[in-house]
């Protein structure tokens, strides 16, 4: 493996880049906020990664992915390492991560919830359907196809449609 | 680190989110509609995740050279630590839902007072699994008022699961020597302190599911100490067959 030593922090986010989140395949890792910090070292490159929800069956996936993009670009060897602390939230996605969301179908997080009481009742929440952009929408289950999804049905429409769930 | 407490500990953390995520997981193919199949099993990863993250740490705490699936799969049911009422038959839809709702409240509070653990690994695993166990709470406790407060056929379920469980939930909060050991290391929470708290949610959404509570009397114990039920041993014997039979095996 050819090593290229001291690849800029901003060179190796372009490579992560191109690394797309197999559930969701328009939203690299980097837009989805997993990637926690990449550096050259001199053993090599280290990403460090933090996964979205526990028992994510993507997580590792993503980490053999993140390792073929720089192998393919002859950089090595890499390391791909898993932090858990602080959790990752639904905050950390990025601008342009939710706006290719809503336009693949899927209506983006809201702020996180920080509520640390136990409500019964959820907060009423308002989403845009991600076709027609009414506000009447409903949801129809809080948990969706993936982990990080709801289902929820435009009225207006009447298209079914994702929720990637605020957490 | 070793710490022969604070592994045991572990072990009653991963263990009962192992075991209740198991349970979870037979609804596969079996919930009574799709949306209710799909949100089952949605908590079940993410209780069976934790349980990974759990039983890991508890590996590296141990200092022996086990990984989560050594500990998942080739311990004897003698060897788990999971509360009793986590390892009873799945039932019914009620039964699943009220248990699922018991515990979740139990483990959102237990997992927010882990986020202030002195173990940074496992104040990480908490800080995502309050997360987790937000939504599992809401979702179960919207059940348990539809179904309680439902038709006569579905109340009759609910307060009939309510019956049978409530026996279960006393030893959730019984503390021993080790809680109190890791406790006072600032490393994990001494159950009785969750008491009143869980006790205060339950009821106020068991009030609103017009279910009741039965008069407080035997509590059953033994989980911890690894003395469980007759269904235990079922159960592991359907969850540990395949690592058992093919140790090694990858795919």
Redesign the interface.
């Known amino acids: 493996m050819v090593k290229r030593a001291a690849l800029s922090r901003d060179e190796l986010f372009a490579v992560l880049e191109t690394v797309m989140d197999p559930e969701v395949p328009v939203l690299s890792v980097v837009d989805l906020g997993i990637i926690r910090d990449a550096e050259s070292t001199d053993a090599g490159v280290v990403v460090t990664i933090t996964p979205t929800y526990s028992g994510c069956p993507a997580m590792r996936e993503i980490e053999q992915n993140i390792r073929t993009a720089f192998e393919e670009q002859g950089i090595g060897p890499v390391d791909v390492r898993t932090v858990y602390s602080p959790a990752w939230t639904t905050d950390w996605i990025s601008a342009s991560g939710r706006e290719k969301l809503e336009a693949y179908g899927i209506a983006p997080p809201g702020p996180a919830d920080q509520d640390t009481l136990i409500t019964l009742r959820r907060r009423a929440e308002v989403l845009r359907c991600p076709y027609c952009k009414s506000l009447n929408t409903v949801e129809k289950s809080h948990f969706g196809s993936t982990a990080c999804k709801s289902i929820w049905v435009c009225n207006a429409c009447r298209q079914p449609f994702e929720h990637f769930k605020a957490i | 680190m070793t710490s022969p407490a604070f592994f045991e500990y572990l072990l009653r953390l991963g263990d009962d989110r192992l075991v209740v995520g198991h349970r979870l997981s037979e609804w596969c193919g079996h919930g009574p509609i799709l ?2 199949d ?2 089952l099993t ?2 079940a ?6 349980a ?2 759990l039983l890991k740490l508890a590996g590296q705490v141990e200092g022996k050279g086990r990984s989560e699936d050594a500990l998942a799969y080739f311990r004897d049911g003698i060897d788990f630590r999971n509360a009793l009422m986590l390892e009873l038959p799945k039932g019914d839809f009620g039964f699943t839902i009220l248990r699922q709702f018991f515990f979740s ?1 139990y483990s ?1 509070l237990q997992m ?1 007072a882990l986020t202030r653990s002195a173990n ?2 496992l ?3 908490a ?6 166990s ?2 599992h ?3 179960c ?2 059940w348990v ?1 539809t179904l309680g407060d439902g038709t006569d056929e579905s109340r009759a379920r609910v307060q009939g699961a309510v019956d049978d469980l409530w026996r279960y939930t006393g030893e959730l909060f019984i503390a021993d020597d080790i809680d109190r050991e890791v406790a006072s290391a600032g490393l994990g929470v001494d159950p009785s302190t969750l008491s009143d708290r869980w006790h205060s ?1 339950v009821s ?2 068991l009030d ?1 599911a017009t279910l009741t509570i039965p008069k407080t009397g035997y509590m059953q114990r033994g989980g911890r100490d690894g003395k469980h039920t007759e269904h235990l041993g079922h159960m592991l014997s359907e969850m540990q067959i395949v690592a058992r039979s093919y140790p090694g095996a990858s795919w």
Do not use: C, F, P, W
């Open positions: 949306e209710e799909i949100a949605n908590i990863l993410d209780l069976i995740g934790e990974t993250l409240v959102l927010e940074a690994d104040s990480g695993i800080a995502k699994a309050v997360k987790e937000r939504y709470v809401r979702h406790a919207e008022v949610e106020r959404v609103d």
